[in-house]
């Protein structure tokens, strides 16, 4: 193998508990049952609305890549990561809400790549061998009754040897050992709330989102509400990665996200699901 190659190890990981169990249920309810955060990577027909989504998605995904490569250039240090003292090294990354579509597998070999190339040209400067050679070992993270199966049907042959890693689970909570992964990804999924709050859902309280699919803003205990949950998840969240990434690891987020000052219920998103949502509502009357 030519020694400026990466090289790859595919690797499962279903370490879940029983006690997430209402978590995922909650999950399933948030999100919708039998959805995964990202489904529509999946549409192929050009005429398909899905698709269009997709490509956007695939879009916001190479625009980040000129960042994320900087990023890995400037903070990634592998003899801080303990990875320059032997001939033979794992650099470990994990996609977490990844879905099954093509911008899972774009995102993953922009980060191989930039990696791989980052090893080289350190070993160089450090050690002049460039005999040395660094193997990934690549997770792929979804909800549980995500079809990883899908995967052999829509990989791309350039990082086939990678596309074997899974990792069921509710990335909210740990899904790793402690001080294990090196590089952590997440691309649109991080913004989609864990579980409904509550006092939406109740019609005696001030925070009831009457005949509302989403969060318009225009009610501030709904807002607080939301806000609230928002909160507990961002905070699952990077402690589970805190606890996971080695001294030195690298996350990189991509978010869905709106300007300052500018009310939900005023973008383009935000119209699409109010219009979503009278509709659900007729259907239900």
């Not at 955060?37 to 490509?55: K, R, Y």
């Not at 899972?104 to 922009?110: L, S, V």
Request: charge should be negative; aromatic fraction near 10%.
């Amino acid at each position: 193998m030519d020694s400026t190659a990466p090289s790859f190890r595919s690797a499962s990981s279903d370490g879940e508990d029983d006690e997430r169990e209402d978590d995922e249920k909650a999950e399933r309810f948030a999100i919708g049952e039998g959805a995964t955060v990202e489904d529509d990577e999946g549409a192929t027909d050009e005429g398909d609305g899905l698709s269009v989504i997709s490509m956007a998605r695939k879009e916001v995904v190479e625009s980040a890549k000129e960042m994320m490569n900087e990023a890995i250039a400037d903070k990634l240090d592998f003899k801080t990561l303990g990875l320059l003292d032997s001939s033979s090294c794992t650099f470990q990354i994990v996609d977490f809400g990844c879905s099954v579509g093509p911008n899972t597998f774009t995102a993953m070999q922009n980060i191989i790549e930039s990696v791989d190339k980052k090893y080289h040209s350190q070993v160089l400067q450090q050690h002049q061998n460039s005999s040395l050679t660094l193997e990934f070992q690549a997770f792929f993270n979804d909800h549980y009754n995500n079809d990883f199966n899908t995967y052999s049907l829509c990989k791309p042959s350039s990082i086939a040897k990678v596309l074997r890693g899974r990792s069921p689970g509710f990335f909210p909570r740990r899904l790793f050992p402690k001080s294990t992964l090196h590089f952590a990804h997440c691309s649109y999924a991080l913004h989609w709330l864990c579980k409904i709050p509550r006092e939406i859902m109740d019609n005696t309280s001030p925070a009831w989102n009457k005949d509302s699919i989403q969060c318009t803003g225009i009610v501030k205990e709904v807002a607080e509400a939301y806000l609230a949950q928002y909160k507990n998840d961002m905070e699952s969240f990077f402690n589970a990665r805190a606890q996971e990434l080695v001294a030195g690891g690298l996350m990189v987020i991509l978010l869905s996200v709106r300007p300052n000052g500018i009310p939900m219920f005023m973008t383009g998103e935000g119209k699409v699901y109010d219009l979503l949502g009278t509709c659900l509502v007729d259907l239900a009357k």
